[in-house]
Each structure stands twice: as structure tokens, then as C-alpha cells.
């Protein structure tokens, strides 16, 4: 695994940027593997004010997302599917046609994933974005992840729902299932760019680096893929440094 060590929040996502201009600058055709929650933000408005100030294109680029939360539609503003809109894709010239995502309010769960995962095998991601939970998940991956698991339906930690719910009213309101790309999926990807920023995420930036491989740390197997690159902050890396 490659380390990147940079001084704050703004230097992480900066970098970050600069590895995925790199793979569309390479590839106009490029698959990008995105991420939501609060980590990708800064890289997100990096890609939108480089579009407008270089005319960097995405028109050709098509994005898998990692997760969706499920019942919420892409109408709702706390699903994945508008945060990705809201936050990055409406900014750019992207056609959302070719933006997919899990849909969270699929009648057949079950077929849901196995398009989704039939979609993966054919849209294999040259570089994935991921964040990290603060047990170590990656996407909706929560300790105890079979490493080769696929797309399916699971069961949100306690901790994640905790983490997440700032972004709701109330805690009751956090959904409690999603549909989640397995860590076969991830691992697939030709380059996996995970970021992590602030105190929050020490613990488990050491456990993924420094850490046994162990599906009770999901992230730990991204040790065994052979082009992962990690971009954290000074204190994200506290532990590691
Ligand atoms: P965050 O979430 O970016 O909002 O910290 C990361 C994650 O849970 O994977």
C-alpha cells in the first residue's frame, strides 16, 4: 500500500483530485468508482471547479457508486443517489445516464443486486474512491464481511447508524439496511484511492495499515491489493506515522 501523508483536510483532497484527473486525463472513458459521506466532499469540488476552470470533460467518464441506503428513492435527499447528483455530478457535464447507482427502493432486492453486480463485472473501475467508517468498514462492509462477498442487502453496525445520523433528524430515522458493494467488488477495482481525514479515523487507518488482514477490520484487505493508494490527513495517520 502506498502512503500519502498530507497536512490537513484541503492537501488531502487536493491530491486526490490530482489521481483522478490523472485517470480521466488517461481515459475519457474512464469508470470511476465514487463514494459518498463526508471525506469525498473537498475532492468532489476540486473535480467541479476544475471542470469550470479547465474545461476538464466527463462527458464520456461512467461512475459506479458503493452504496445505497434502502427505501429511500433517489428523489430523497438523504439518499445516495442525490447526494452524488447535489454534490458532484450536477456541477459537472457528466451524463447521468451513464452515473449508476444500487437502487435503494427496488421491488426485488435480491435481482437488484445481482443487475448491479452483473453491471460491476462489465464497468470495472480504474480507480475507486473510498472512505472508511470508523470500525474500519468500507462502503456498507461492516466488520465481519465475508472478503468475498458481492453486491447484497445488509445490516448497518450500531456505530455506523450512530455516525451517519447526523445527516438525519433523528437517530429512529437512520435506515437500518442498504444495499452495499462486497469487498470482491472493491478488490477488483485496477486502483482503490482510499482517503481519510481528522482524529476520528486513527484507530482504524492503523488496523487497515499496520493491522492483521481480518474480516473483523474489512478494510485490512486492501493490504492484498496490489495498487492501493491511501491519502489521510496528519491526525488520520497519528497512529501509523
Ligand atoms: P465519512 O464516512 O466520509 O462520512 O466519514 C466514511 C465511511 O463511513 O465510509
Do not use: W
Amino acid at each position: 500500500m502506498k502512503i500519502i501523508v498530507t497536512k490537513n483536510y484541503e492537501e488531502m483532497s487536493a491530491e486526490a483530485f490530482r489521481l483522478v484527473k490523472e485517470v480521466v486525463k488517461e481515459n475519457p472513458e474512464a469508470v470511476l468508482g465514487l463514494a459518498t459521506g463526508s471525506t469525498p466532499l473537498g475532492l468532489y469540488a476540486e473535480m467541479i471547479r476544475d471542470h469550470r476552470e479547465n474545461g476538464t470533460s466527463y462527458r464520456r467518464v461512467r461512475t459506479v457508486n458503493l452504496d445505497e441506503y434502502e427505501g429511500l428513492p433517489a428523489s430523497d435527499e438523504r439518499s445516495y443517489a442525490y447526494f452524488m447528483r447535489h454534490n458532484l455530478f450536477d456541477g459537472l457535464d457528466i451524463e447521468l445516464k451513464n452515473t449508476h447507482i444500487e437502487d435503494g427502493t427496488a421491488a426485488a432486492p435480491e435481482a437488484e443486486c445481482a443487475r448491479y453486480n452483473a453491471l460491476l463485472s462489465v464497468l470495472r473501475q480504474d480507480i475507486q474512491v473510498l472512505g472508511i467508517g470508523s470500525n474500519g468498514h468500507i462502503a456498507f462492509n461492516e466488520p465481519g464481511t465475508p472478503f468475498d462477498s458481492v453486491t447484497r442487502v445488509v445490516t448497518l453496525a450500531e456505530s455506523t447508524v450512530r455516525d451517519n445520523s447526523r445527516l438525519f433528524d433523528r437517530i429512529e430515522d437512520v435506515p437500518r439496511r442498504a444495499f452495499s458493494m462486497g469487498l470482491r467488488n472493491i478488490m477488483n477495482a485496477r486502483r482503490v484511492l482510499l482517503l481519510a481525514n481528522g482524529e476520528k479515523k486513527a484507530k482504524a487507518v492503523y488496523g487497515m495499515v499496520r493491522g492483521e488482514v481480518t474480516e473483523q477490520l474489512p478494510a485490512s484487505i486492501l493490504q492484498r491489493h496490489a495498487d492501493c493508494i491511501l491519502v489521510c490527513d496528519e491526525a488520520a495517520a497519528r497512529l501509523i506515522s
